[in-house]
């Protein structure tokens, strides 16, 4: 098996400031951005219900697009299902949406202000159906972001990120199952994860299913004492 271990530098240093636009919902990016370096801070005024749980979601829609032309919308929400699932509006045409539970912090107050802060790893599970649909490349790092669909307050920046790619050295067909960094699963897309820079040694273990046969091989390997 292989690792390949990337550093993607922030872009920009800058970050843009966007709000919910009724007239004209979809805002394009002042230049690309690179999706791995995506950050975005999503706020929101929530109406609590008398039971304390919130009647609106914090919620973020971005066009990606890749190297070959082709690009889909992905949304990402704080909600309380992880699954994905391919949808269609006039607005968007297909387009693919997730949930994910996140750290909500809610100020004091009522109604509550939350804020969260969202990754293109917030995306995954959308991204890896969109790459299942053939809608988008599984080249995480060919991935561009060129218009948001800001549901409320949004601030788009770009951090550095290390992004890690799984492989197999032979020519047999390999998707990854499960990637850890000093036993602590992250998400992944495709082959691909995306954590922050950090110092010291790091252990990754890498597990997947090669297609080398007509049968489908589970294999496991650890990479020790990586720096990024």
């Not at 922030?10 to 950050?39: E, I, M, T, W």
């Not at 539970?101 to 917030?122: F, H, T, Y």
Request: charge should be negative; include cysteine.
């Amino acid at each position: 098996m292989g690792l390949e271990i990337m550093r993607a530098p922030s872009s920009s240093s800058a970050c843009q400031n966007f709000s919910l636009d009724l007239a004209s919902p979809l805002q394009p990016l002042q230049s690309p951005l690179c999706a791995v370096n995506l950050r975005a801070t999503v706020t929101k005024v929530l109406n609590i219900e008398p039971g304390g749980a919130p009647t609106d979601a914090l919620a973020l829609g971005i066009r990606v697009g890749d190297s070959e032309g082709r690009g889909c919308w992905l949304i990402s929400s704080a909600s309380p299902s992880p699954s994905a699932a391919q949808k269609s509006s006039a607005l968007m045409g297909d387009y693919f949406m997730c949930g994910k539970i996140m750290d909500i912090e809610e100020l004091p107050g009522s109604p509550a202000n939350a804020c969260v802060v969202m990754g293109i790893d917030d995306f995954f599970p959308a991204l890896s159906l969109a790459i299942r649909a053939g809608r988008i490349s599984g080249n995480l790092l060919s991935l561009s972001i060129d218009c948001i669909f800001p549901f409320s307050e949004t601030s788009i920046c770009s951090e550095d990120t290390i992004v890690i790619r799984a492989s197999l050295n032979s020519s047999a067909r390999f998707e990854l199952s499960s990637i850890s960094v000093d036993g602590e699963e992250v998400a992944f897309a495709g082959n691909y994860a995306c954590i922050v820079p950090s110092n010291g040694p790091h252990n990754v273990t890498i597990a997947g299913a090669s297609y080398a046969s007509f049968f489908p091989a589970r294999i496991e390997q650890t990479f020790y004492d990586l720096h990024f």
